[in-house]
Every structure is written in C-alpha cells, then in structure tokens.
C-alpha cells in the first residue's frame, strides 16, 4: 500500500511518540526502585516521577491522535487507558502509581502498536540510568540511611575516640 507523503509523517511522528513513551516508562519504573516507600519524603524523586508519569501519557495520546487520524481502531487504547486511571492525578500528587496503572499503561502502549503495525518499533526503550536522566540515584532501602540522628551518634562516636587519643 503506497502511502501519501503525510501519512509518512504522521506515521514517523508515531513512532517518534511511542519511544519517547516507553523510555518515560523505563525512567518512571527507575525513579520508582528508588523511592523507598511511598511514604518516604524525598520531593525531588516524588516530583520527577509524577512528571515523567504525566508526559508519558502526554505522547501516548498524541500518538492515539495519529492513531485516530489514520482511520485505525482507538478503542482498545481507550479502555487500557481507563483501566491506567488519570494519569493527570499522579502528576499533581493526587494519586500513587500502582502496578495494575503500570500493567495497563503498558497493554496501552501495545494497543496502538497494534493500531499501526506497519511502523517498526524496537520492542522496549533502554532505560536511561540515573546519570542520563539528571536524577541522583538513591540507595536501596537495604542501605544504610543518614538521618540527623546517626549523623549525632557518629558525632559522639568520633568525640569519645578523639578524647581517648588525647589521653594517651
């Protein structure tokens, strides 16, 4: 089938769209091992995950837009993307992201995959490390923690051994 020369660009764009996705998908899953619990206060990885979250679904619908625009079948995005949530809630820190949002958000990104098979995309996106994103890697819950309260018993520790030197 011959394509006008707008349909290429439009199918381009799409598959520009559902990279862009997919590697936002591999960085919130990152940002998400390295929140500790989602009661942990740490603002910046919160804010960066609510982000990424948000633009995600920022290119999967405008990829739905080409999708719809083509004349293909939207309707199995439409129910994975109900089935996600509001993606718009977890990027204004009203919602959490749980892994049935992540299973769906995924299963959204097949559905138009499937829309257009004829565009050939990689399968999965390397997940950028923490230094591609700009985000300090945090340590594992499993790694020991600095709070004001170990940094004061470190503190006394270094004391009582420095008064011990000095006395002998």
């Not at 609510?50 to 199995?76: F, K, M």
């Not at 089935?83 to 009203?94: D, K, S, T």
């Amino acid at each position: 089938m011959a394509y006008r020369e707008e349909d290429r660009s439009e199918l381009a764009a799409f598959k520009q769209h559902i990279e862009i996705a997919e590697t936002l998908l591999g960085v919130n899953a990152d940002l998400s091992e390295q929140l500790v619990s989602d009661t942990d206060d740490d603002g910046e990885l919160r804010r960066a995950r609510g982000e990424t979250w948000g633009n995600l679904w920022e290119q999967l619908v405008q990829a739905r837009t080409i999708v719809a625009r083509l004349g293909r079948d939207v309707g199995p995005f439409d129910a994975e993307r109900a089935r996600a949530g509001n993606p718009y809630h977890v990027a204004a820190g009203m919602a959490r992201i749980e892994e049935p949002m992540r299973v769906a958000t995924r299963a959204a990104i097949d559905a138009l995959r499937v829309a257009i098979p004829e565009v050939v995309i990689p399968v999965a996106a390397k997940t950028p490390t923490p230094a591609d994103t700009g985000i300090p890697r945090r340590p594992a819950a499993s790694h020991f923690r600095m709070t004001p309260m170990v940094w004061a018993q470190v503190g006394s520790f270094v004391a009582i051994v420095l008064v011990a030197l000095a006395r002998c």
